[in-house]
């Protein structure tokens, strides 16, 4: 009971101090309140986009990955090197892969191009047109909402039908079932079987104005010659992603004729390494920021310091008679520590707020994804806190060593 009134003491003197003197407590603090409200939404930024990315852009599917003309690259001399030496990917890879591959649950092909699609007098211009394999449509994050995906008779037959995304839906036909009827697609007709789930936009982008139709009628329509596919290839489950990725890899080295020590001429792609790519440019932010932050927390705590040096020269008086009447040394110094360290937290707790209501402003109001993650929140608030603490170490040991008797005949 005793530590909890030591405890209840201080903190209520240091709210009764911020109170007593609210625009110093304001300057005071502002460093501490500038330096969270940052970092907060700094982090909240990062986190949203990356839970985006990963929702959005970086989901092949379900235990999917991709085979396509080149890996990830990030420098340019070995992007001109892949350039010269990694082929094209093409239909001979396609059905040699699905061929041989034992380990995958499905194997599909798609191949991308844009085209300007009409109905009526209604046209859109650079409308991203996909021919797939039926196979896709079940490993795909895109799935229809009325109607069906491209089927194997499709295929077959290499009949001129169409999946359209919902954007192609609401602007060719705003008032009427799509079903059924006929868009021009770069001047061939197409008839509709199915109308997609949508999706949304990245960064403003829709990601539902797009046609699929048979991978072979896109071939016979479109100049593939210079074109390269790609191969989407469905693992079993999570466990057997390494080992289908390594079968696929030794099928294609072998199929490309490469030496044991040759690099891959090809590249295979998976979400984990989509994801690790933007998480190295988002990890090289949170770093420049964490340095801004750092300044900010280090002038907020130096006027922390000061603040409650100036306190301590203001309250000499107070010390001389809490001393007179048995506080002991370390009785001051808890005092005037957790002092500033609760002046810091109310200041992390303002900075913390202020980043909160502005994160939900910007995701409400604009398309820029942010999520506020609670264990920033929390880490926030400790380095605040620990912050105050640290800087009101050397005013608090000023206090505590006080005489009793030169403290009582300070002025008032």
Not at 244 to 256: F, G, K, Q, S
């Amino acid at each position: 009971m005793k530590s909890r009134l030591n405890l209840r003491e201080p903190i209520s003197v240091a709210l009764g101090t911020l109170w007593e003197h609210k625009l110093r407590s304001f300057l005071m603090l502002l460093g501490i309140i500038l330096s969270v409200s940052t970092l907060i939404l700094v982090v909240s930024l990062i986190s949203g986009v990356n839970l985006y990315i990963a929702d959005r852009v970086a989901n092949l599917g379900s235990n999917v990955f991709l085979i396509a003309q080149f890996p990830i690259i990030t420098d340019v001399t070995d992007q001109v090197k892949a350039a010269r030496r990694n082929k094209l990917i093409t239909w001979d890879d396609y059905e040699y892969l699905r061929t041989n591959l034992k380990l995958p649950e499905r194997v599909g092909v798609e191949v991308r191009d844009l085209a300007r699609v009409r109905y009526g007098n209604k046209t859109l211009e650079d409308c991203s047109v996909r021919g797939v394999s039926s196979t896709i449509g079940e490993m795909d994050v895109e799935e229809p909402a009325e109607g069906r995906y491209i089927s194997d008779d499709d295929e077959l037959h290499r009949s001129n039908v169409a999946m359209i995304g919902s954007d192609v839906a609401a602007k060719l036909f705003p008032n009427v079932d799509p079903l059924g009827r006929e868009i021009m697609v770069d001047g061939k007709p197409y008839q509709i079987v199915g109308v997609a789930k949508s999706i949304g936009t990245v960064f403003g982008q829709s990601q539902d104005e797009y046609v699929y139709i048979p991978v072979e009628v896109f071939l016979k329509v479109y100049d593939v010659a210079d074109r390269s596919l790609t191969i989407n290839i469905q693992a079993r489950g999570p466990d057997w992603m390494a080992r289908t990725e390594d079968e696929a890899r030794m099928l294609m080295r072998a199929r490309r004729h490469l030496a044991p020590n040759e690099k891959d001429a090809f590249g295979i792609l998976n979400s984990a390494a989509l994801l690790d790519l933007w998480n190295q440019l988002t990890g090289s932010i949170a770093a420049a920021m964490v340095g801004i932050v750092s300044v900010f927390l280090v002038i907020g705590g130096v006027v922390i310091m000061n603040v409650m040096l100036a306190s301590v020269t203001e309250r000499t008086r107070e010390i001389g008679v809490r001393k007179a009447i048995g506080a002991r040394h370390r009785d001051i110094l808890l005092q005037f520590l957790l002092e500033a360290g609760v002046m810091a937290a109310i200041g992390g707790t303002i900075g913390v707020t202020i980043a909160y209501g502005l994160a939900s402003l910007v995701g409400a109001t604009t398309s820029v994804p942010m999520h506020v993650p609670l264990t920033a929140v929390l880490i926030a608030l400790g380095v605040s806190t620990g912050v105050g603490l640290f800087f009101g170490i050397y005013p608090a040991r000023k206090a505590a060593k006080l005489s009793p008797i030169e403290a009582l005949r300070a002025e008032v």
